[in-house]
């Protein structure tokens, strides 16, 4: 097959990286350097064997020489004739997932793999007798040709310059860059060169899913060195500006004033958790969702968000099936992939938002390669916008890489990161002036008992007249809390860390009807906390409150079920309410923006 063009390299002439790049050296001699040389090292035959089957192979092989049934390499005696394959090899040979093509001295193809079928898209018989040409792009076969003229003495030397890049050709004329590994083997019936063929553009898909990966998981450790001690600061900012708005007399300017320091609040607290999903290391409430509700719930807001100048139009597959996920990140999911819809209509369009039921086997499209077998719910979002070019489709999901001015570049990277957690799949195929399509694929419960409605937060604080131990490190924080839960008419005890909070226990006389602690303290933790005081009152409800990471919360044990976490930061409206559904022991609200999980 014809090499990648170097511009040091005369046309036609392909790379060979084993002198070098050097191409003084005629196919001829590279050839004869390979296979008539005592003093080189040859270069080992591919191994499509595990050990323990090799280690079974060359016991059989020692034994098959004896017998004249084993091909062997050029130098090597045969008692008796020999054969091509063996029935032993053939299981190896066709199980191994690179392409492998045999070819003689003419370059006609004598047998061929299932994986050189999947990659060329050829049946076997399309291609046996077949000369290798047919896999080699038309505009190079020319050059192959005349190499293979000049080089009479060994018209198959072209063919075992091994460890080069060249293009293929599949049988729907597409055209990929191949790395090309050749083995000459001498039978009796002629020099028969033994060729491994790999998809270069698969491999370095693969290596931009490695990176990808690498740059989510440092960014994730990132964002959990800071999550917590950024989350209580934001906490005691966005709880304080909560109670100057309740306060009627802070009107004018002043309300104005308090409302702009709420929103940078909550853009600060939306930063943080964009920053934890990108690395995965967001605390997930995982639940049975049908998106279908989830669309009928959002279909005003989408609307209002893209204006009157974008038309949206929604189709949904009435059988759908269910989805496990976080109900509130299915939601950013969407209005992320709005709002970037929304930024490539400038002049109005088109949003269509469907849902669908998808069975996979294992012959799929190769950009779902990385998806396993199995059933899916697919959401699909598509606008008529302008599009994107190859260059910003392969790194559309990278953090912080925008093209607009004044974005962030974390959309849809968040977006990515939601649905990687969430154990599904995101493909986006675009092209410019054609619009972008967004397909993502979540694993199908076809599950219709439980499942999860949208319960709106209670705007009115809901109180109550129980006994709370609030357990707070960080004594802002703690003092906030304690001063809203007055407000809401429970008695309230304090302690800033956990040994405090057992004396409290102590010397308290009363029952203790909710302990509502920090997890991550010193000393003592929240959870090591709460089986002490259980200890002494069974019957007391627990709820942490944690502006960790995933992996924090993991290390306390805290996504076993039935354990309620109150994610920071929190409104105080959220506070009341999920204080008020523990002391019931009812599970945690879900709404959006409650920042609330039951793991």
């Given at each position: 097959?014809?090499?990648?063009k170097?511009?040091?390299l005369?046309?036609g002439s392909p790379?060979?990286?084993n002198?070098?790049?050097?191409?003084?050296a005629t196919?001829?001699?590279?050839?004869?350097k390979?296979?008539?040389?005592n003093?080189d090292?040859?270069?080992?035959?591919?191994?499509?064997?595990h050990?323990?089957?090799v280690?079974d192979?060359?016991r059989k092989?020692?034994?098959e020489?004896?017998?004249?049934t084993?091909?062997?390499?050029?130098?090597?005696?045969?008692?008796?004739?020999h054969?091509?394959s063996?029935s032993?090899h053939r299981q190896?040979?066709?199980?191994?997932?690179d392409?492998v093509?045999?070819?003689?001295?003419?370059?006609?193809i004598?047998f061929l793999?299932k994986?050189?079928?999947?990659?060329?898209?050829?049946?076997t018989a399309e291609?046996l007798?077949h000369?290798?040409?047919i896999?080699?792009p038309?505009?190079?076969?020319k050059?192959?040709?005349?190499q293979?003229?000049?080089?009479?003495?060994?018209?198959?030397?072209c063919?075992?310059q091994?460890?080069t890049?060249y293009y293929?050709?599949r049988k729907?004329?597409?055209?990929?860059?191949?790395?090309?590994?050749?083995?000459?083997?001498?039978?009796?019936?002629g020099?028969?060169i033994?060729?491994?063929?790999r998809?270069?553009?698969?491999?370095?898909q693969?290596d931009d899913q490695i990176r990808q990966?690498?740059?989510?998981?440092?960014?994730?450790?990132l964002?959990?060195?800071?999550?917590?001690?950024?989350?209580?600061?934001?906490?005691?900012m966005l709880g304080?500006?909560?109670?100057?708005?309740?306060?009627p007399g802070?009107?004018g300017?002043?309300?104005?004033s308090?409302?702009?320091?709420?929103?940078?609040?909550a853009?600060?607290a939306?930063?943080t958790r964009?920053?934890l999903?990108?690395g995965?290391k967001?605390i997930q409430d995982p639940?049975i969702v049908?998106?279908n509700e989830v669309?009928n719930e959002?279909?005003?807001?989408?609307s209002?968000?893209?204006g009157?100048?974008i038309e949206?139009v929604v189709?949904m597959?009435?059988?759908?099936g269910?989805?496990?996920?976080?109900?509130?990140q299915i939601q950013?999911?969407?209005l992320n992939l709005?709002a970037?819809?929304?930024?490539a209509?400038?002049?109005?369009?088109k949003?269509?938002?469907?849902?669908?039921?998808?069975?996979?086997d294992?012959?799929r499209?190769?950009?779902?390669?990385n998806?396993?077998a199995?059933?899916?719910?697919?959401?699909?979002?598509?606008?008529?916008?302008?599009?994107i070019?190859e260059?910003m489709r392969s790194?559309?999901f990278e953090?912080?890489?925008t093209?607009?001015?004044?974005g962030?570049?974390?959309?849809l990277a968040?977006v990515?990161g939601i649905?990687?957690?969430?154990?599904g799949?995101i493909?986006v195929d675009?092209a410019?002036k054609?619009g972008?399509?967004?397909a993502?694929y979540?694993p199908?419960?076809?599950?219709?008992?439980?499942?999860h409605?949208?319960p709106g937060?209670e705007?009115?604080?809901v109180g109550?007249?129980?006994?709370?131990l609030?357990v707070e490190?960080?004594?802002?924080?703690?003092?906030?809390?304690?001063?809203?839960l007055?407000?809401?008419?429970?008695k309230v005890l304090?302690?800033?860390?956990?040994?405090?909070a057992?004396r409290?226990?102590?010397?308290?006389s009363g029952?203790i009807?909710?302990l509502?602690?920090?997890?991550v303290?010193?000393?003592?933790s929240?959870?090591?906390l709460a089986?002490?005081v259980?200890?002494?009152?069974p019957?007391?409800?627990v709820l942490?409150?944690s502006g960790?990471?995933?992996?924090?919360?993991q290390?306390?044990?805290?996504?076993n079920?039935?354990i309620?976490v109150?994610?920071k930061?929190?409104?105080l409206?959220v506070?009341?309410?999920?204080?008020s559904?523990?002391?019931?022991?009812?599970s945690?609200?879900?709404?959006v923006?409650?920042g609330?999980?039951e793991?």
């Open positions: 097959m014809p090499a990648k170097n511009p040091n005369s046309q790379v060979d990286q002198t070098g790049g050097h191409a003084s196919p001829g001699e590279r050839l004869g390979r296979i008539g040389s003093t090292q040859p270069r080992p035959r591919p191994k499509f064997l050990k323990r089957e280690q192979q060359e092989e020692s034994r020489k004896d017998n004249g084993l091909p062997l390499r050029k130098g090597e005696e045969s008692p008796q004739s054969h091509l063996r032993e190896a040979f066709e199980s191994t997932l392409a093509v045999g070819i003689d001295t003419q370059g006609r004598l793999n994986g050189a079928e999947d990659l060329f898209q050829y049946s291609l007798g000369s290798v040409e896999l080699i038309v505009r190079f076969r050059s192959l040709v005349e293979r003229r000049r080089d009479s003495a060994n018209p198959w030397g063919f075992t091994s460890g890049e293929a050709r729907n004329a597409t055209e990929f860059l191949a790395d090309v590994i050749s083995d000459l083997l001498e039978t009796e019936r020099p028969i033994l060729t491994t063929i998809d270069l553009a698969k491999e370095k693969m990966a690498q740059k989510m998981e440092a960014l994730g450790r964002a959990e060195g800071v999550a917590h001690d950024f989350n209580n600061l934001l906490s005691v304080y500006t909560e109670l100057a708005l309740n306060n802070n009107r300017p002043i309300r104005k308090l409302e702009e320091i709420q929103k940078a609040g853009a600060a939306s930063l964009q920053l999903l990108l995965r967001d639940k049908n998106l669309l959002m279909e005003g807001i989408v209002q968000l893209l009157d100048d949206l189709g597959d009435p059988h759908l269910t989805v496990k996920a976080d109900p509130t950013q999911v969407i709005a970037n819809a929304r930024d209509m400038p002049h109005g369009g949003l269509m938002i469907e849902t669908a039921n998808m069975d996979f294992s012959a499209n190769a950009s779902l390669s998806l396993p199995g059933r899916y719910v697919k959401l699909k979002v598509k606008d008529t916008g302008r599009g070019d260059y790194h559309i953090p912080f890489f093209t607009k001015k004044e962030t570049g974390l959309g968040t990515y649905i990687k957690q969430s154990g799949e493909v675009s410019p054609q972008t399509t967004f993502i979540l199908r419960l076809d599950e219709t008992n439980r499942i409605h949208f937060v705007t009115d604080p109550g007249s129980e006994t709370i609030v490190d960080r004594d802002s924080l703690r003092e906030l809390v304690c001063k809203y007055k407000g809401c008419g429970y304090e302690a800033r860390n956990g040994i405090k057992l409290k226990v102590r010397r308290y029952p009807h909710l509502l602690t920090d997890v303290m010193p000393v003592i929240g959870p090591e089986a002490r259980k200890a002494r009152f019957e007391t409800k942490f409150m960790c990471s995933l992996d924090t919360t290390r306390h044990g805290l996504l079920g039935g309620k109150l994610k930061p929190f409104p409206a506070l009341a309410q999920n204080v559904e523990a002391l019931q022991g009812h945690i609200s879900g709404g923006g409650a609330s999980t793991a």
